[in-house]
């Protein structure tokens, strides 16, 4: 699977957007962007995934880079609940089981 | 219950004690994993049963023997464990031919005296 490059830490005032990038310039054809998330003590929560075309659901929005090296997970209007560790995660789609590997991630703190 | 549960949530046993972590899952899934969290590190992959037959053992050791009777269940027994092991331990299931995410339970707060 392909290695990611998150940033350690970022703070996102409550109400605003919090852009989380990720770096992923090796990722090969066949291999999808995932993004989970970590509440303190908590078990890793899937947020989303996508292949190259942008993608959104009721919990965030994904943004590809058109040359697929880079993406940018979006939560439109952060709350003190999304203050978490997120996890960017590459990896080949379905299909048999999935070996995930888990990075360090990006502490996201959400400020009042 | 729904999703992925975990017991106990916390346990505290000695080097010398014997005891087992449950996982259970009511998604269908037919694929089961344990991680370890150890504080301030990524998290580890140690077992996946993919069809109740384990497929991945990353240079687990021996004192730590995973058991999964059946597609909805995952145990961890441990035994002779160092306080080093002491850990959140997770569980998680997927959808082996089908799903794209993994559920994760809520974990097992483990302290090893």
């Known amino acids: 699977d392909a290695k990611t490059t998150q940033p350690t830490s970022m703070d996102c005032a409550e109400g605003r957007a919090a852009n989380l990038p990720c770096n992923h310039s090796t990722i090969s054809g066949n291999e999808y962007v995932y993004w989970y998330r970590q509440i303190h003590s908590q078990g890793p929560q899937y947020i989303i995934h996508g292949l190259k075309n942008n993608e959104t659901n009721e919990m965030a929005s994904l943004i590809i880079t058109e040359d697929r090296k880079s993406s940018t997970l979006i939560l439109p209007h952060a709350t003190l609940r999304d203050t978490a560790v997120y996890y960017c995660?590459?990896?080949?789609?379905?299909?048999?089981?999935?070996?995930?590997?888990f990075g360090i991630g990006t502490k996201l703190q959400v400020i009042p | 219950e729904t999703g992925v549960t975990q017991t106990p949530r916390h346990l505290v046993m000695g080097m010398t004690n014997k005891k087992s972590l449950k996982c259970e899952q009511h998604?269908?899934?037919?694929?089961m994993y344990w991680y370890k969290q150890s504080a301030k590190k990524p998290l580890e992959l140690m077992f996946v049963y993919s069809l109740e037959e384990r497929v991945e053992n990353n240079s687990v050791p021996s004192r730590f023997s995973p058991e999964c009777p059946n597609s909805s269940h995952l145990f961890l027994h441990l035994h002779t464990l160092q306080p080093e092991d002491s850990a959140l331990y997770l569980c998680?299931?997927?959808?082996?031919?089908?799903?794209?995410?993994?559920?994760f339970g809520p974990g097992t707060r483990l302290t090893v005296l």
């Open positions: 995660i590459v990896r080949v789609g379905p299909g048999g089981y999935q070996k995930v590997t």
């Open positions: 998604l269908g899934h037919n694929a």
């Open positions: 998680a299931s997927s959808q082996g031919t089908s799903g794209y995410e993994q559920f």
